[in-house]
């Protein structure tokens, strides 16, 4: 089954109380690097959406004028400390993202996934919890009111979703089901609070419940569900009821986490999915393993497959291999450089080829019109027209793919020969096709060799050029694994 994921690098500034503070953004960036790499090993198919900013109807439902107005436009909240608009605005993107699975739900999509979402403790006049908005009961609402839906609510974060609760819990036609654990904040979810009437449920667990409870209290949910009849399932994800978790004391495991997923799965099998993360408070191992291992399940992969996949090690990895250099894989038009060639330091530039520079255009060579004088060019891209008379041409056409070991070879000889004519005071282009990936390859080998390391010459050239330039992670890993060039 293909995931459509919902992302955005803003997803990863989320950091409302700063560096020590509970609810880190990186945790979704984590996920995201993983995700991509079993996408190029073809474990999964996946759709990469960049998700919107909410309409201020959207906010309406489920929240009042005044806190609106209080977060969007003073930038402040409980959550923070002072005017924060940058948090606020990216609290909204991640509400807006929900909103617009709500959308896709409508357009066709299977399972929908935006980890930002589920913040299942906002209120409609305050935020809780490191909830802001309110986006699960919000698209609930959204599918009841406008499109005629029964949405069902499975939250298994570890926390009660309190706020999810409180929004919805006057409807008869959308449906609320809790696993938490008992005691904990926000001191709510008792049993003899649930109102089946109303399809309100809770199920708390009692400290030290592992997966079999879990797993036990969703086959709860099946059965109360099936009486429901949902045409939408939307599940709130929340890792924070793993065992390494440090704000809670259960003791779920990632494959417990899967199985719960595809217990549901399994009773809906023909239903739409919306899926968000929630909470989760390991952010560089276990969080990004529980959600990948819960998405899994939800696209049709087995046990033994994930299990085989090693999930938290792919994440360790990713962190250890300074993650913040993974660009997205995919690339909105504002994403895109908006010059043919940038000049990254004094005389060394690197870029791309126009339309009509290239030889299917069959243009005559003197017609050359693009970019500055160049003394010295590697051109990277096969089909480009060659560089007119008087100036230095090296061509290695490569595909952006994963690097053989004679395009290493090669790609070190351009290298070295653009950092002899750049040291020599000679104006220097490196390009390719769109100057994103081989061009970003290609120039960062040459900054290495004016010692600079990997991170900084990949910094520089996102600075410069584009933020996605080398959004291809195997141009990433192997700049990362070299030591830098004198």
């Given at each position: 089954m293909k995931i459509d994921y919902i992302d955005t690098n803003s997803y990863y500034d989320w950091q409302p109380g700063g560096e020590n503070h509970p609810t880190q953004g990186r945790r979704y960036k984590h996920a995201t690097r993983v995700l991509q790499q079993l996408e190029n090993e073809g474990v999964v198919e996946v759709n990469y959406v960049t998700p919107r900013g909410p309409f201020l109807e959207e906010l309406e439902l489920v929240h009042s004028d005044e806190y609106i107005q209080q977060v969007l436009s003073d930038g402040e909240c409980d959550e923070w400390s002072g005017s924060k608009p940058d948090q606020s605005a990216i609290a909204a993107m991640f509400f807006g993202g929900t909103m617009l699975a709500v959308e896709m739900v409508q357009g066709g999509a299977q399972l929908v996934v935006n980890l930002p979402g589920a913040k299942h403790h906002a209120m409609r006049t305050h935020s809780s919890g490191f909830c802001v908005f309110a986006d699960f009961a919000a698209a609930g609402i959204r599918f009841a009111d406008t499109y005629g839906k029964r949405v069902a609510i499975l939250d298994i974060d570890v926390h009660h979703g309190d706020g999810t609760e409180s929004l919805l819990k006057d409807r008869t036609d959308l449906f609320s089901f809790s696993i938490h654990e008992k005691g904990i904040f926000p001191g709510t979810g008792k049993v003899d609070e649930s109102?089946?009437?109303?399809?309100?449920?809770?199920?708390?667990?009692?400290?030290?419940?592992?997966?079999l409870e879990l797993q036990n209290a969703v086959q709860d949910f099946v059965e109360a569900a099936l009486e429901f009849k949902p045409d939408v399932i939307m599940i709130a994800g929340?890792?924070?009821?793993?065992y390494s978790d440090p704000l809670a004391n259960?003791?779920?495991t990632e494959i417990g986490f899967a199985r719960a997923a595809r217990l549901v799965k399994e009773a809906f099998?023909?239903?739409?999915?919306i899926f968000s993360g929630a909470g989760?408070?390991?952010p560089d191992?276990?969080?990004p393993a529980m959600w990948l291992s819960a998405i899994l399940a939800l696209a049709g992969k087995s046990d033994e497959e994930i299990i085989n996949l090693e999930i938290v090690e792919r994440v360790r990895t990713v962190v250890s291999k300074r993650g913040d250099l993974y660009a997205p894989q995919w690339v909105s038009a504002d994403q895109e450089p908006k010059e043919l060639h940038t000049e990254i330091l004094p005389g060394l530039f690197m870029g791309g080829t126009a339309d009509d520079d290239t030889i299917e255009y069959a243009k005559p060579l003197s017609t050359f019109e693009h970019g500055i004088p160049f003394d010295a060019v590697v051109t990277l891209y096969s089909w480009a027209q060659p560089m007119p008379w008087g100036i230095e041409e090296l061509r290695y056409g490569f595909a952006d793919a994963k690097m053989s070991h004679i395009d290493e070879v090669r790609l070190h000889r351009l290298a070295e020969w653009a950092y002899a004519r750049w040291q020599e005071?000679?104006?220097?282009?490196i390009r390719c096709q769109a100057g994103m990936n081989r061009s970003g390859l290609v120039s960062a080998l040459v900054l290495m060799r004016a010692d600079y390391s990997a991170e900084d010459a990949i910094k520089l050239l996102r600075d410069k050029r584009s933020e996605v330039v080398l959004f291809n992670d195997a141009y990433v890993d192997y700049l990362i694994g070299l030591e830098p060039k004198n």
């Open positions: 109102n089946k009437t109303n399809w309100i449920f809770n199920r708390p667990l009692k400290s030290g419940s592992g997966d929340g890792a924070d009821g793993h259960l003791e779920y099998p023909d239903l739409t999915f989760g408070y390991t191992d276990f969080t005071g000679k104006k220097v282009l």
